[in-house]
């Protein structure tokens, strides 16, 4: 393999990337939002931590046709997990336990799906078939989920080229996860159930920094049809990631899109590092075949160990195992991610799988760090007859999980010498990733009988299309030609206001800048004076625009007029200020001279903007502020005259 080690992540260049051939695709799962679920009637995005009933259910492996176990099911089987559900009347009904058949697909949830399909110029099915795709992990009390392909071969424009969308799909959204400790996985079941879409993209693109962007594309694009949910979980992304040599690994629910870059970084040098350690394992001639450990029962060996794990696993009469990796000397601190080391690979297979998660959950003699003493390790090391080529795996629990954690290390270990092992991976906080289960096999879709094909006629496709907002990066291409500032063209793209602003530049000739202004920047002027700017609508903006296009309304009083609807919930002609005449005009520019006349002190500088706050505080959207400005200094010169 090529003679590259990863930097850190602020020095790769694009450069590096192609040396070590990165390549990387997302699967974006995006709730819809919709009053109800896809397949029965009860409430969407009602979320809660309450619950009124508990159930219980133990997962098994069934046989595959062909007679095998998928690599998931087994996995899942070994960890001997007992799944609570925390139910909640007002969220749930028979149908997400399993005790009543689907009702017919939310057709609301699909109408906004098949949206979105048209909007990624995608191709959309003739035909919806609904299949079920088989989750082992509990998350869906069933073992699968609902989910149908509705939508395939689209693009979006990215960069100076095409990122592919291979499909979509609409589906079910999984249980909520409380907490997973030792043997028990606990899950809320108010998600459960609700309307999402997967979009899948082409394994395109070719940095980590790409991989967010493209991701944010995607994220512009369902939002600008205000029909997807917004908030923490609404939007979550699987991020695929492969090297030159390596394996497509998927890290499962990204949340953030910002986290892409560092895990996707994090995740290549993963790869690269562990291919480079194949290397370094066959130089030592360890292959599959040659592979060699040993296990020992310790228990007895270890008396009165000062390393606290160890000391409460004694007392608590545990079992303590001892795992010799045959010529693995210094291996377990060979470099996989930033300050990750291979161990955490084989302690992350003992925690996920033999269930033990307390960390630390084992020891090893390759780690720099105090656990047991130099005298305790000699004496290991002579009792299973290892020596100085051998690393040593410490390993304690309950006779069970031992016996299943001895079995684990010694898998992963072994699999070092094949290259990557499949499995999904889980996104952690600090960049980085730690094993989630083994990737399930690809038999894993297969027809629902429940539900016929639902077929998907023109009329309702091309009623979609008449809907549809115009595709984002369409708009801002117009939004830059007409000279709209950069910080505005994003935001007005996917704006609910985007087909007013549309209407008002070509219609009513509004000036597109002044009317950017209005739809975008003053809805944040008033949410910070307390108002809900929920609830302007696009009837509101329109007619305010329209009427200031008409000239019968001054500029200065388009914020006021906007106030004033808000407060009124709708917009009414009442709101359009009558023009004063000449006389009240000067009446009210004479009492604002007297007024000032009283206050005792005034900087010159002051004067006029004083002058102008009083005016206009009587006169706004009565006359504009242009006039009353034009008025200063000959009714100064006036005022003092008189006097
Ligand atoms: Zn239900």
Redesign the pocket.
Known sequence: MKNFIFKPFEEMTEEDYETVGFKSGLEIHQQLLTEK?LF???PAGRYSDDYDAEILRHMRPTLSELGEYDGTALMEFKTKKEIIYHINRN??????MDDTPPFLINEDALDIALGIGMLYNCNIVDELHIARKQYLDGSIPTGFQRTAIYALDGWIPFKDRKVKIVQMSIEEDSCREVSDIGHNRVYLTDRL?MPLIETVTGPDMKTPQEAAEAGWVCAKLVRSTHKVRRGIGAARQDVNVSVDGGTRIEIKGVPRLTMIPLLTYNEAMRQWNLLRLREELHKRGITKETFKSEDYDITSLLKKPHYIPLKNAVENNMKIRCVVLKYFAGLLSWKTQTDTYFSKEISDRVRVIACLTTIPNLIHSDSKTDTITSSDWQKIKKYSGANDNDTLVIVWGSEDDVQTAVREIIIRTKEAATGIPSETRQALSDGTNGFERILPGADRMYPDTDLPPKKIKDEWLNKIKSRLPEQFWNRQEWYRKLGIPDDTVDELSISKFAEVFKKAVTNWKVNPVAAAVVLIQFPKRLKKNGYDINLLDENMMSSILEVYSKNKMPADYILTALKNSLELGMFVDEIIPVPSNEKEIEKEIENAWKEMDKMEFIKQENTKSIFMGIVMNKMRGKVSAKIISENFEHSRKEFKNAK
């Open positions: 679920k029965c009637r009860c969220t749930v009904c028979t149908y997400e159930g």
